[in-house]
């Protein structure tokens, strides 16, 4: 079993530095939407059983041209959600602020996973969303290869979640996950929990002018 995990394209809040979990919900700008369309000609190549997508316009909007090349309906699962930042929606994007939620996902990165957003969640929460979120995506349809377009924070604890034994944290210094950059995991089937095979992490090559993520 297969599952591609993909980032949304670009959307204004990329360039703005807002942070964007539920209220602010922006669309795809115009590179978004070329990345998105190199990224479903790209994918249209792939045998695709299911393609699922967060709420979020951006994941939608990515999602949308990946299930239409393919002939399927797009599934909506809420558990792939951005992270929950809490109070930081209703802040500015200053420095400051940014310092601040930069110091949560850090501390996240450490593996100090009770470390909170204030009015959101923390890593234990996060990693207990995204565990529902695989479970939702293998309930939808039948077959091996499934798409979950998401977020950057949540694909990072997906990730994580599903492939214990693989050092997540060096690979996000070092490669991040840039928009629209697919990260594949191999999973036994039936799945009981097993550790999956990382098989490449944000690798964005697909989208012309962009730099390689990481992958073997």
């Known amino acids: 079993m ?4 993909v980032r949304h394209g670009q959307n204004l809040a990329n360039i703005t530095r807002e942070f964007s979990y539920r209220k602010v919900d922006y669309p795809l700008t115009d590179l978004g939407r ?3 369309e190199h990224t479903a000609r790209y994918l249209a190549g792939l045998p695709i ?7 979020l316009k951006r994941a939608q909007q990515t999602a949308a041209p990946i299930a239409a090349g393919h002939g399927l309906p797009l599934h909506t699962v ?5 992270v929950n930042s809490g109070d930081f929606e209703a802040r500015p994007p200053t420095d400051e602020n940014w310092k601040l939620y930069d110091g949560v996902m850090d501390a996240w990165l450490r593996d100090e ?8 969640e923390d890593f234990h929460e996060l990693g207990e969303r995204v ?3 695989i479970q939702d995506l293998l309930a939808l349809d039948e077959g091996s290869t499934r798409v979950a377009v998401s977020h950057g924070g949540t694909i990072f ?6 492939c214990p034994d693989v050092d997540v944290r060096d690979l996000w210094y070092s490669t991040g996950l840039p928009n629209c950059g697919i990260t594949e995991i191999e999973l036994d089937e039936p799945y009981l929990g097993q550790p999956g095979r990382l098989i490449r ?6 989208i012309p002018g962009a730099k390689p993520g990481w992958g073997h």
């Open 131 to 133: 565990l529902s979120a």
């Open 34 to 36: 070329e990345q998105a």
């Open 201 to 206: 992490f944000g690798d964005n090559s697909h």
């Open 157 to 162: 604890a997906l990730t994580r979640a599903l």
């Open 113 to 120: 996973r009770h470390v909170r957003f204030p009015g959101g």
């Open 49 to 55: 059983d299911t393609v699922a997508s967060s709420p």
């Open 2 to 5: 297969r599952i591609l995990l």
């Open 78 to 82: 809420e558990h792939l959600r951005e």
